[in-house]
C-alpha cells in the first residue's frame, strides 16, 4: 500500500497546540503523551538507525518510531509481531466471529470510568460466551477464544465493542474428546444477548454498591441510588446487539482476519482525504445504510476530540485469551486439542516475519548502527527529508 498523503500527524502539527490550549484541562496526561508522539514518530526528534542487507550490502536510513499503541505509523511491526506468535496456536477448524457491542445508553458512564467498564465488558462476553457454549443443551464443552476490544464506529464516535474469534468447537468436560459445532451455527444470538445483558447489569450494579463508579457532569444525578437503579431497568428494556458473523476458514483465514483487526487504532491515516481550512475530511462507512461509503467533514478540534476519545488507559490490555486459550492452561490445552483432532501444528498459512526485506535483493535487512537525534542534528548528511515510512525500530 503506498503511503498517504495526508496523515494524523499532519493534524496535530497543525492544530495540536491550539487544541489543547483550548481543552487540556478537560483532559489527561495520556492524551498529551499520544499527541506527542504521533508528532515525533519517524522524525529526527526520535533518532534513527542504519540497516544493511545480509546479502548484497545495500544500506538504508531510517527514522525511528515512537511505538506508541495509538499511533497510526507504529502498528504494522507491532502486528506482525503478534501475528508470529499467534501462529502457533491456531487449531485445523473453522472459526467463527462473535461481536458484543454496549448500547449506546452506556456509552457516558464507560468514558468517565473507562478501565472499569471495558474490563466488564471484557468479563460480562466471556462469561457468557463460557457459559452458554458449557451448557449440555447448546454445545456442552470447554471453549478457547480471544477478543480484541474497539472502542470506536466508522465516524469515530464512542461505540465500544469486543470482537472474539472462537473456534468452532470445544473440549468435551472430562477432556476425552473434541466436541465440533455446527458449521453454520455455534451459540444462539438471543440466548447471548441476554445472558450478556443480565451479567453486565449485575457487574455495573455491584460496582455501584461498592462505590467505584464516577459520575460527573450530566451523570450526577446517577449517583442518587434511586436514579441509578431506574438506569438500570432502562438498560433491561433495550435488546442489547450481539452479532454472529458468519464462520469463515481455517487458520490461513484467521491470520488475515487478526491483520484486520488486532492492532487497529482509531482511524487509519489511508482514511483521511483532505485538510483543508482547519477541517477534517475523511472516508467512513455509514453502516446503518448498508455500509454505504461516505465523506464525513469535522473541525480539526472535533477530530482530535474524536480521536483522543479511544486512548486507552495505561495497562489496560485490549486482547484478551479465555477458556482454554487463557495463559495459564494455553499450551497444555492446546496440545491435547492437537491430539484430540489428529494433528501436529498449522500449515496451512505462510510464515509471519517482522524482518525488513532489501529493496535491491528482497534479503533480510539487519540494523548496523544507532544514531541519537543530537548526532543527527550533527551530522547533517544522514538528516532525511521528512517522516519515513519504511522505518522499523527492533530495539
Not at 449440555?136 to 464512542?158: C, E, R, S
Not at 458468519?246 to 491515516?269: D, K, M, Q, S, W
Not at 483543508?276 to 462507512?285: A, C, H, M
Request: charged share 20%.
Amino acid at each position: 500500500m503506498s503511503r498517504p498523503t495526508l496523515e494524523v500527524a499532519d493534524i496535530v502539527r497543525a492544530s495540536g497546540n491550539r487544541f489543547w490550549e483550548h481543552y487540556g484541562s478537560h483532559l489527561a496526561w495520556q492524551h498529551r503523551k499520544v499527541l506527542d508522539a504521533i508528532v515525533r514518530c519517524r522524525t529526527a526528534a526520535l533518532g534513527a538507525h542504519r540497516d544493511q542487507c545480509v546479502r548484497c550490502g545495500h544500506q538504508a536510513i531510517s527514522y525511528n518510531s515512537c511505538r506508541n499503541r495509538h499511533c497510526p505509523r507504529c502498528q504494522g511491526n507491532a502486528r506482525s509481531r503478534w501475528l508470529a506468535e499467534r501462529r502457533a496456536e491456531l487449531l485445523p477448524v473453522s472459526y467463527f466471529h462473535i461481536v458484543f457491542t454496549l448500547p449506546h445508553e452506556l456509552s457516558a458512564l464507560a468514558l468517565q470510568n473507562k478501565r472499569l467498564l471495558y474490563d466488564l465488558l471484557f468479563r460480562a462476553s466471556a462469561a457468557t460466551l463460557l457459559e452458554l457454549a458449557g451448557a449440555p443443551k447448546h454445545l456442552g464443552a470447554d471453549i478457547g477464544f480471544l477478543g480484541v476490544l474497539h472502542t470506536w464506529g466508522q465516524n469515530l464516535q464512542h461505540h465500544p465493542h469486543i470482537h472474539y474469534v472462537v473456534p468452532a468447537g470445544g473440549l468435551a468436560p472430562d477432556g476425552s474428546r473434541w466436541i465440533p459445532s455446527s458449521r453454520r451455527f455455534f451459540l444462539p444470538v438471543a440466548a447471548l444477548s441476554r445472558v450478556f445483558r443480565g451479567k453486565f447489569a449485575a457487574g455495573l450494579k455491584q460496582l455501584f454498591l461498592q462505590h467505584n463508579l464516577q459520575f460527573h457532569g450530566s451523570l450526577q444525578s446517577l449517583a442518587e441510588p434511586r436514579r441509578f437503579h431506574a438506569f438500570l431497568r432502562l438498560l433491561f428494556r433495550e435488546n442489547w446487539v450481539v452479532y454472529a458473523k458468519p464462520p469463515f476458514g481455517g487458520p490461513e483465514h484467521v491470520l488475515n482476519y487478526l491483520a484486520r483487526y488486532t492492532h487497529r487504532v482509531a482511524i487509519c491515516n489511508h482514511r483521511l482525504v483532505a485538510f483543508q481550512n482547519d477541517r477534517v475530511s475523511f472516508r467512513w462507512k455509514d453502516y446503518a445504510h448498508g455500509g454505504k461509503p461516505k465523506i464525513m467533514t469535522v473541525s480539526a478540534d472535533e477530530f482530535l476530540r474524536r480521536f483522543l476519545i479511544h486512548v486507552l488507559l495505561k495497562g489496560l490490555v485490549r486482547i484478551r485469551h479465555f477458556g482454554f486459550f487463557a495463559n495459564r492452561r494455553r499450551g497444555r490445552m492446546l496440545a491435547r486439542c492437537r491430539v484430540l483432532l489428529a494433528t501436529e501444528g498449522c500449515e496451512a498459512h505462510p510464515e509471519i516475519t517482522t524482518q525488513l526485506r532489501c529493496p535491491v535483493c528482497t534479503g533480510p535487512m539487519l540494523v548496523v548502527e544507532r544514531m541519537t537525534s543530537s548526532q543527527l542534528h550533527f551530522r547533517s548528511d544522514l538528516i532525511l527529508p521528512g517522516p519515513q515510512g519504511c522505518s522499523i525500530d527492533s530495539s
